[in-house]
């Protein structure tokens, strides 16, 4: 299997690399997308603000990247691309496995270069409200206007962040990030709208494991336009990051 394959359309142009079976393939990640950071910083001039996904899979790669390029870590700004209605010290919480495993602190004292959602929170909009009002102040400061770097995740239903299919994740009004319902199995949870992830100037979505085979295989051949991940596909071009497991259907 080639470890670099190009998809489109009906994608817009997807840059898919494989992990090499034999490598150390945290390390291969972390690698990537160390190098697709550096790569950034030299055409931009200046620091990132880079967005990260939680759940199961990214929290090893995080934890490389702090060991192996920890004055990039320290150099970057970071921001959450969604976030569960829960306390940084709950175990469910993304900025609470983002401080343990990128930063090493307690996950209730963030390091100012990591941008947190305020929670817990009386009023779930009030907070997306005031996290998408941080990120556009550090947004000005840094001079732009979108989001440097997203690193995304995806789930075998097709969601990425908190953008779950069946909910009104196209239709959402705020430029940003937003409160998103908590009828949701995943309960009420707060993302990066579609807006604010397509105009991002990176998408690279980071995926392990056989249980993915196919929803990669859906999106990337497919781009199905229904599903939060088939529409950002379809629409920019986004870089995926596949170990074999999740690679296996896309011969
Ligand atoms: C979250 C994530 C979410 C995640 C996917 C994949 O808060 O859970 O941001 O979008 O990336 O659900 O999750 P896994 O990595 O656990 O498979």
Redesign the pocket.
């Known amino acids: 299997m080639p470890l670099v394959k190009r998809f489109g359309p009906p994608a817009a142009g997807a840059i898919v690399d494989i992990a090499p079976t034999a490598s150390d393939e945290t390390a291969w990640f972390a690698d990537i997308i160390s190098d697709i950071i550096y790569s950034f910083e030299k055409e931009a001039g200046r620091r990132p603000l880079i967005a990260l ?6 929290g090893s790669i995080y934890a490389r990247l702090a060991v192996a390029h920890p004055t990039l870590v320290r150099r970057a700004l970071w921001c959450q ?4 209605d829960v306390a940084p010290n709950d175990p469910a919480s ?1 900025s609470g496995m983002i401080c343990r495993t990128l930063f090493g602190t307690q996950p209730t004292d963030p390091p100012a270069h990591f941008l947190t959602v305020s929670l817990p929170a009386s009023d779930a909009c009030s907070a997306a409200l005031a996290y998408a009002r941080l990120l556009s102040t550090h947004l000005a400061e840094l001079g732009t206007g979108s989001i440097d770097i997203v690193l ?5 239903d097709g ?5 779950f299919p069946g909910t009104d994740w196209r239709t959402r009004s705020e430029p940003l990030f937003a409160a998103v319902d908590a009828a949701l199995p ?1 309960g009420r ?1 707060y ?1 990066l709208t579609l807006k604010s992830i397509l105009e991002a100037k990176h998408r690279i979505f ?4 056989e ?2 085979a196919e929803i990669v295989r859906r999106i990337l051949l497919e781009a199905p336009d229904n599903l939060p991940s088939g529409a950002i596909v379809r629409a920019a071009e986004t870089r995926w990051l596949l170990d074999a497991g999740s690679a296996t259907k896309l011969e």
């Open positions: 996904s939680g759940g199961t899979t990214p691309a969604d976030e569960r993304n995304l995740g995806i789930g075998e969601h990425t962040a908190s953008l995943a949870r993302t980071i995926v392990r494991g249980a993915k």
